[in-house]
């Protein structure tokens, strides 16, 4: 297991459309372990493939108080609802934004040993879930942003 380097804008990784994993192998489980790993390493409480350079559509989740979650292929189903929020993303760091996140996301996926999964998520499970498949599809957070005021510097803020 490893700390990887976590890519920051302007890597054009980080814009790419991610590629479906198609066989969850010895490769895709260390990928997972050492996203897990560079997750914790940076505070977050998300992680995306990208983010470590590898432009796969796996994504890693630790809430807090909870286990750590891999999602392999990640399909959001269903959005609902609307907050305003504040976020930030480790692969810009030093910024806050406020943006608008549903609600509640349902999102389904394969966990690391293949099997199907669903979660439902809201408040902050579902703007992870949202900022996490985002990544996969090459979007950031600051796509969302409404304007240029909606973003802020700041010295820490919990990162995604
Ligand atoms: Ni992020």
Do not use: W
């Not at 630790?62 to 907050?83: F, S, T």
């Not at 608008?100 to 394969?110: D, E, I, P, S, W």
């Not at 409404?146 to 700041?154: D, I, N, R």
């Amino acid at each position: 297991m490893a700390v990887l380097e976590i890519r920051k804008l302007p890597d054009p990784v980080l814009r790419r459309k991610a590629k479906r994993v198609s066989k969850i192998d010895d490769s895709i489980q260390r990928l997972i372990d050492d996203m897990i790993d560079t997750m914790r390493a940076n505070n977050g409480i998300g992680l995306a493939a990208p983010q470590v350079g590898v432009p796969l559509r796996v994504a890693v989740i630790e809430m807090p108080e909870e286990e750590p979650v891999a999602l392999i292929n990640p399909v959001v189903l269903k959005r609902e609802g609307e907050q305003l929020l504040g976020e930030a993303c480790l692969s810009f760091p030093g910024y806050h934004g406020e943006i608008k996140r549903a609600l509640t996301v349902k999102v389904k996926a394969q966990d690391r040993q293949g099997r199907e999964i669903r979660l439902k998520g809201e408040d902050l499970l579902a703007q992870v879930l949202e900022h996490e498949t985002d990544h996969l599809n090459g979007t950031l957070y600051l796509d969302h942003l409404e304007s240029p005021e909606a973003l802020h510097k700041v010295e820490a803020a919990q990162q995604t």
